[in-house]
C-alpha cells in the first residue's frame, strides 16, 4: 500500500460529459502529480501541484484542469470527454516537494468512455 | 527494454534465474532515475531509485546500473520469484521532477 488514495476506482460515463477524480496524498507529502496511462501513450504525465500551487505541465488537454485544497488533496476534472480519454488516471505524491525524491502512486482510476 | 507500438517487449525467465531489464533513457541532462514495477489493476510500485552521480545502486534483490555515456539503465532481480512477474518501468526525472517514463517490460516468471 502506497499511501496515496485515488477515488472512484472506475467511472463509465458518455460523450460530453465531465467527471472529477480524486486523490488524496500520502500523509506529510505536498506534492500531487497527475499521471494518465492509455495503450498507446504509455504513462504521461499530466500536471503538478505543490502546496495548493502548480508547480508544472505536462501534456495536459485545455478539457482537463486540477486544483489541490489546504488539505492537500488533489482533483483532476475532465470535460467534454471523449472516447480517447478512456483511460487509467493515476496519482503521484512525493515528500515535500523536494528535488530527487521518488513519487509513490495510488492504484489509479479506471475511466471508460462510452 | 523499449515497446514497439502497442507490444510490450517481453522477458521470460525461470524461478531462480536472474533477470536483467533494460532500458534506454531520452534526455542527456536527467539526473535521476526511478524504476517502477507495476502488477495488473495496481499503480506503479517503486522499486529503486539512482541519481547521475552514481553508476550503480543495491537494494533488496535489485540492483539498477546507470550507464550515463549510452543513456542506458537497467534493472537486475536476483534469484527471480513468481511474484516478480509485472510490468517493469523505468523513468527519468527531466526537471523539477516531472518524469517521463519508458514503455515497460512485461516479465514472466515461470515456476
Redesign the interface.
Known amino acids: 500500500d502506497s499511501g496515496v488514495t485515488q477515488t472512484p476506482k472506475h467511472l463509465i460515463t458518455a460523450t460530453g460529459q465531465r467527471v472529477t477524480l480524486r486523490c488524496s496524498p500520502r500523509s506529510g507529502d505536498l506534492s500531487v502529480y497527475w499521471y494518465q496511462q492509455s495503450l498507446d501513450q504509455g504513462l504521461q504525465f499530466l500536471i503538478q501541484y505543490y502546496n495548493g500551487e502548480e508547480r508544472a505541465k505536462g501534456n495536459i488537454l485545455e478539457r482537463f484542469s486540477a486544483q489541490q485544497f489546504p488539505d492537500l488533496h488533489s482533483e483532476l476534472n475532465l470535460s467534454s470527454l471523449e472516447l480517447g480519454d478512456s483511460a487509467l488516471y493515476f496519482c503521484a505524491s512525493s515528500a515535500l516537494g523536494t528535488y530527487n525524491q521518488p513519487q509513490h502512486f495510488g492504484d489509479g482510476t479506471r475511466l471508460s468512455i462510452l | 527494454g523499449e515497446?514497439v507500438?502497442?507490444h510490450l517487449p517481453t522477458l521470460s525467465v525461470q524461478e531462480g534465474d536472474n533477470s536483467i531489464i533494460n532500458c534506454a533513457y531520452s534526455n542527456s541532462a536527467s539526473?535521476?532515475f526511478?524504476w517502477?514495477k507495476q502488477e495488473s489493476?495496481?499503480?506503479?510500485?517503486?522499486i529503486i531509485?539512482i541519481?547521475s552521480n552514481m553508476d550503480k545502486r543495491q537494494g533488496q534483490r535489485v540492483t539498477v546500473l546507470l550507464n550515463k555515456t549510452v543513456k542506458h539503465l537497467s534493472l537486475q532481480i536476483a534469484a527471480t520469484q513468481p511474484g516478480d512477474s509485472a510490468v517493469y518501468?523505468c523513468a527519468e526525472?527531466s526537471g523539477?521532477?516531472?518524469?517521463?517514463?519508458?514503455?515497460?517490460t512485461m516479465l514472466l516468471v515461470s515456476p
Open positions: 515497446s507500438g502497442l539526473d535521476y526511478i517502477y489493476g495496481k499503480g506503479p510500485q517503486f531509485d541519481r518501468f526525472d523539477y521532477s516531472t518524469l517521463t517514463f519508458g514503455k515497460g
